[in-house]
């Protein structure tokens, strides 16, 4: 089974930048795509953007569109999220997780990455 491990979280200034990381390990063949969670305090855990594993395609929800970027080193079986103009609404614990099909959940997660924003 591929472990995940997300590192790069931390505090930064509402209109600051971090860059999360996502290393895979084991048979990463098995990766059809990645994404991107998140759960804020009290709230229910949402998507924040997915990248086809093998063609590199991006998708992104609609409140990170044009501030998070998503990509991925296969070389290093790491994915990026790249996120900038931060605000404080992005407060979240984020997760990496991947699927192994087209029509799979997400059903392996890392351990997940606090990113707070102060104002």
């Known amino acids: 089974q591929v472990q995940l491990v997300e590192s790069g979280g931390g505090l930064v200034q509402a209109g600051g930048s971090l860059r999360l990381s996502c290393a895979a390990s084991?048979?990463?063949?098995?990766?059809?795509?990645m994404a991107w969670f998140r759960q804020a305090p009290g709230k229910e855990r949402e998507i924040v953007g997915a990248i086809i594993w093998g063609g590199g395609t991006t998708s992104y929800t609609d409140a990170v569109k044009g501030r998070f970027i998503i990509s991925r080193d296969n070389a290093k079986n790491t994915v990026y999220l790249q996120m900038n103009s931060l605000n404080p609404e992005d407060t979240a614990v984020y997760y990496c997780?991947?699927?192994?099909?087209?029509?799979?959940?997400?059903?392996?997660w890392g351990q997940g990455t606090q990113v707070t924003v102060s104002s």
């Open positions: 084991g048979p990463t063949f098995s990766i059809y795509a």
């Open positions: 997780a991947l699927k192994q099909g087209y029509f799979s959940e997400y059903n392996n």
